[in-house]
């Protein structure tokens, strides 16, 4: 018995050899069997009372209640950020489309170039409700897709990060976010002869003639920055209605006689100044805005990123395009999912016989001299022509996907003019039509074709055409006009390509009046002593061709964005009457160079119109 003890006892000995080796190699490691029994044994240090306990445990239950609550509102809002994407047009009409224009218009962003304004590039930042905090990030998309670029949103984990994405430029006063918007331009122009038009080029009045005229020896070079924009544009939801006030200005204004000699003191116009108010699917607009005529990227939207006129640098953007800043009213409906929309629109209407950009003006016979700058605008900045109605403009316009844009269009207009050497009354209804296509191929290639006619209707072709001509006894003649624009835009990265195709032409209207002398538009000599002389001004067709890029060295939706735009242009116009010896044509190449920093542009999402 004594040896069966023994040796349970040796066996226990050397089972607990090793955790006395653990206990002298490892000092972290305490695992005696002394202090297991002592741990075991002991009395509990510290246990919460159960009243404790029950509170953290409601605390807990509390915090998992307002975590669901949140993201059940980030549901909801994602829900409604989706819906907006799928409405294309909703970006251009809330708060978060902000666009700050390439060149003409100021608030879409150019990160490309401009015509008299350029075109657009857009930065949006769109802000959640302020009980989830969630804001979303803005970005700047480049004009020559002139596409609403979905923001994207950020996570709860960012809301530390939100405040830095917003603008500091972009505030809210009550219930109404303001966003200055604008850019600063640096312009250069070098043309082979002297056109005399500053930055925008008079298509219609290239110089013309030989050896003799010092226009078509000289070049002509300028830097300007008259093209910069400032701005602003307001957003607000009222009563159950979305509403947008937008204004903008540019330096293009009506030249001092001093303006290149000392100061260069030019002069602030207005551009655009309107309200526009949209509750479900109808809209309403009131004020200076892009004329209906002007063609859409988008809808039929008026914010200056969703209108086309070119990424040129010229600010009489491309040759060809119809295009009008016209006092106007407008009533648009939009179908669902905003695939389609429907819109009809007054504008301020204007008797126009030719005389500016360039264009020179129709002539009038014997009887009624009296008509220009009176009963007809000749370009002088008269008032003073008795306008029997405003012009009646319908668009139809249909965006199937984001790669098509395709919309179709007419005008009604409505002349009247008295002859007071016979007291006779006459009027006269004119009319023209537009079909526009755009279309990308690719992502970021995109083909369009922007096609007009009209019949006294000269004047949306930026002033080229006259709208009519005067017969002997004083009745009005219309004058056919129409235009092409055909071209393609290409974006990589930050830069942008494009190249377009521009024509206008002008039928002759010749009349002749009681002396036997040829007068209106497009005639020749004739061959009466005393009759009026045919002008080289009286143009039968205009073209320009143009290439050229949009670099943005940098953009940030928080600070802007810094570009280099370019544009190269080759125009010719063909009079149709050419005197002895002169030339068949006039022509002129030109080169643009232009420096931007565009203002950011931001504002907070107040959702769907009429949520408040």
């Given at each position: 018995?004594?040896?069966?003890?023994?040796?349970?006892?040796?066996?226990?000995?050397?089972?607990?050899?090793?955790?006395?080796?653990?206990?002298?190699?490892?000092?972290?490691?305490?695992?005696?069997?002394?202090?297991?029994?002592?741990?075991?044994?002991?009395?509990?240090?510290?246990?919460?009372?159960?009243?404790?306990?029950?509170?953290?445990?409601?605390?807990?239950?509390?915090?998992?209640?307002?975590?669901?609550?949140?993201?059940?509102?980030?549901?909801?809002?994602?829900?409604?950020?989706?819906?907006?994407?799928?409405?294309?047009?909703?970006?251009?009409?809330?708060?978060?489309?902000?666009?700050?224009?390439?060149?003409?218009?100021?608030?879409?962003?150019?990160?490309?170039?401009?015509?008299?304004?350029?075109?657009?590039?857009?930065?949006?930042?769109?802000?959640?409700?302020?009980?989830?905090?969630?804001?979303?990030?803005?970005?700047?998309?480049?004009?020559?897709?002139?596409?609403?670029?979905?923001?994207?949103?950020?996570?709860?984990?960012?809301?530390?990060?939100?405040?830095?994405?917003?603008?500091?430029?972009?505030?809210?006063?009550?219930?109404?976010?303001?966003?200055?918007?604008?850019?600063?331009?640096?312009?250069?122009?070098?043309?082979?002869?002297?056109?005399?038009?500053?930055?925008?080029?008079?298509?219609?009045?290239?110089?013309?003639?030989?050896?003799?005229?010092?226009?078509?020896?000289?070049?002509?070079?300028?830097?300007?920055?008259?093209?910069?924009?400032?701005?602003?544009?307001?957003?607000?939801?009222?009563?159950?209605?979305?509403?947008?006030?937008?204004?903008?200005?540019?330096?293009?204004?009506?030249?001092?006689?001093?303006?290149?000699?000392?100061?260069?003191?030019?002069?602030?116009?207005?551009?655009?100044?309107?309200?526009?108010?949209?509750?479900?699917?109808?809209?309403?607009?009131?004020?200076?805005?892009?004329?209906?005529?002007?063609?859409?990227?988008?809808?039929?939207?008026?914010?200056?990123?969703?209108?086309?006129?070119?990424?040129?640098?010229?600010?009489?953007?491309?040759?060809?395009?119809?295009?009008?800043?016209?006092?106007?009213?407008?009533?648009?409906?939009?179908?669902?999912?905003?695939?389609?929309?429907?819109?009809?629109?007054?504008?301020?209407?204007?008797?126009?016989?030719?005389?500016?950009?360039?264009?020179?003006?129709?002539?009038?016979?014997?009887?009624c001299a009296f008509y220009q700058g009176k009963e007809l605008d000749d370009g002088t900045g008269t008032l003073a022509?008795?306008?029997?109605?405003?012009?009646?403009?319908?668009?139809?316009?249909?965006?199937?996907?984001?790669?098509?844009?395709?919309?179709?269009?007419?005008?009604?207009?409505?002349?009247?003019?008295?002859?007071?050497?016979?007291?006779?009354?006459?009027?006269?209804?004119?009319?023209?039509?537009?079909?526009?296509?755009?279309?990308?191929?690719?992502?970021?290639?995109?083909?369009?074709?922007?096609?007009?006619?009209?019949?006294?209707?000269?004047?949306?072709?930026?002033?080229?055409?006259?709208?009519?001509?005067?017969?002997?006894?004083?009745?009005?003649?219309?004058?056919?006009?129409?235009?092409?624009?055909?071209?393609?835009?290409?974006?990589?990265?930050?830069?942008?390509?494009?190249?377009?195709?521009?024509?206008?032409?002008?039928?002759?209207?010749?009349?002749?009046?009681?002396?036997?002398?040829?007068?209106?538009?497009?005639?020749?000599?004739?061959?009466?002593?005393?009759?009026?002389?045919?002008?080289?001004?009286?143009?039968?067709?205009?073209?320009?061709?143009?290439?050229?890029?949009?670099?943005?060295?940098?953009?940030?939706?928080?600070?802007?964005?810094?570009?280099?735009?370019?544009?190269?242009?080759?125009?010719?116009?063909?009079?149709?009457?050419?005197?002895?010896?002169?030339?068949?044509?006039?022509?002129?190449n030109m080169i643009f160079l232009d420096l931007r920093y565009t203002l950011p542009g931001s504002a907070p999402s107040?959702?769907?119109?009429?949520?408040?």
């Amino acid at each position: 018995m004594r040896r069966i003890l023994v040796g349970f006892v040796a066996m226990a000995l050397m089972s607990a050899m090793p955790t006395f080796a653990n206990s002298d190699g490892d000092k972290s490691k305490d695992t005696s069997v002394a202090n297991s029994v002592a741990k075991a044994t002991a009395k509990p240090e510290t246990v919460a009372p159960a009243t404790e306990l029950q509170k953290l445990r409601d605390l807990i239950q509390a915090q998992q209640q307002q975590l669901t609550e949140q993201r059940k509102a980030l549901d909801d809002q994602q829900r409604e950020i989706n819906a907006l994407q799928r409405q294309g047009r909703d970006a251009s009409v809330s708060p978060a489309s902000v666009t700050l224009e390439k060149g003409v218009n100021s608030a879409g962003v150019s990160l490309a170039g401009d015509a008299e304004s350029s075109s657009a590039a857009k930065n949006a930042v769109m802000a959640g409700n302020e009980s989830s905090s969630v804001a979303t990030n803005a970005t700047a998309a480049n004009s020559a897709t002139a596409a609403t670029t979905p923001a994207s949103v950020a996570s709860p984990a960012a809301a530390q990060g939100d405040q830095a994405t917003e603008s500091p430029l972009s505030f809210k006063i009550g219930s109404a976010y303001i966003t200055p918007v604008g850019f600063m331009d640096f312009t250069s122009v070098w043309r082979s002869r002297d056109g005399g038009s500053g930055i925008g080029t008079n298509f219609a009045g290239i110089p013309y003639g030989g050896p003799s005229v010092f226009q078509t020896n000289e070049s002509e070079l300028r830097f300007s920055m008259q093209n910069s924009r400032i701005g602003f544009r307001v957003d607000a939801n009222v009563k159950g209605s979305h509403v947008i006030g937008y204004m903008e200005a540019d330096f293009l204004g009506n030249a001092p006689a001093n303006l290149a000699v000392s100061s260069n003191s030019n002069t602030l116009r207005s551009r655009l100044y309107w309200v526009d108010l949209r509750k479900g699917a109808w809209e309403v607009l009131g004020g200076q805005t892009w004329s209906l005529a002007t063609p859409n990227r988008v809808g039929v939207s008026p914010l200056p990123g969703d209108i086309f006129f070119s990424d040129n640098m010229d600010t009489n953007y491309q040759l060809g395009d119809v295009w009008g800043r016209i006092a106007e009213f407008r009533l648009a409906y939009h179908f669902p999912n905003d695939k389609a929309a429907f819109a009809i629109a007054l504008d301020s209407p204007d008797q126009y016989m030719g005389g500016t950009n360039g264009s020179t003006t129709i002539t009038l016979p014997a009887c009624c001299a009296f008509y220009q700058g009176k009963e007809l605008d000749d370009g002088t900045g008269t008032l003073a022509p008795p306008n029997r109605g405003p012009d009646i403009i319908a668009k139809l316009a249909f965006d199937p996907s984001k790669r098509l844009h395709f919309e179709v269009g007419g005008i009604a207009r409505f002349f009247q003019l008295y002859n007071q050497t016979t007291a006779t009354h006459f009027s006269a209804t004119g009319g023209g039509g537009f079909a526009n296509l755009d279309f990308g191929l690719t992502k970021n290639f995109r083909l369009l074709t922007h096609n007009y006619w009209s019949d006294g209707g000269g004047r949306y072709l930026f002033g080229q055409a006259p709208d009519m001509v005067i017969r002997a006894d004083g009745s009005p003649s219309l004058v056919h006009s129409g235009s092409t624009v055909d071209g393609v835009e290409f974006t990589h990265s930050n830069t942008t390509l494009f190249g377009y195709y521009g024509l206008a032409y002008i039928p002759r209207n010749v009349q002749i009046d009681t002396s036997g002398c040829s007068v209106g538009w497009g005639f020749g000599p004739s061959g009466i002593t005393g009759c009026p002389s045919p002008s080289s001004g009286q143009n039968r067709s205009i073209q320009e061709g143009t290439f050229g890029f949009s670099n943005n060295f940098w953009k940030d939706a928080k600070y802007g964005a810094l570009s280099l735009i370019g544009q190269y242009s080759y125009v010719t116009r063909n009079p149709w009457f050419v005197a002895t010896g002169q030339p068949n044509n006039a022509h002129i190449n030109m080169i643009f160079l232009d420096l931007r920093y565009t203002l950011p542009g931001s504002a907070p999402s107040l959702g769907k119109p009429g949520k408040e």
